[in-house]
């Protein structure tokens, strides 16, 4: 079980800090990271952080978004700094096991960025 925390309304140029919480699953993790929610079923990358620490961002938010993975890496956080209302969205935690194809998904969490 993957539970999400910390969203919430902020005003362009505003901070926030995502975490993610991974309980429940015994194996090592892999890759874990944060995607947002679009049209339909489809899910965009938002910041991505593999078990050594590699880190990957989408474009359009590389230096303003920060991941990062703590507590035995099965905490994942996000610091979103100088938001953007087009950063408006669910946020969707992610896990994925270190062997194997299983997958997890949180079920996600408001952020809303509005003057």
């Known amino acids: 079980q993957l539970v999400e925390s910390g969203g919430g309304l902020v005003q362009p140029g505003g901070s926030l800090k995502l975490s993610c919480e991974v309980s429940g699953i015994q194996t090592s993790l892999g890759d874990m990271g944060w995607y947002r929610q679009g049209p339909g079923d489809q899910r965009d990358l938002v910041a991505l952080?593999?078990?050594?620490?590699?880190?990957t961002y989408a474009d359009s938010v590389k230096g303003r978004f920060t991941v990062w993975r703590t507590n035995g890496r099965k905490t994942t956080k996000l610091q979103m700094n100088n938001l953007k209302p087009e950063d408006t969205g669910v946020y969707l935690c992610?896990?994925?096991?270190?062997?194997?194809?299983?997958?997890?998904w949180g079920q996600g969490t408001q952020v809303t960025v509005s003057s």
């Open positions: 992610y896990a994925h096991l270190l062997v194997g194809t299983d997958e997890f």
């Open positions: 952080i593999a078990r050594d620490g590699t880190e």
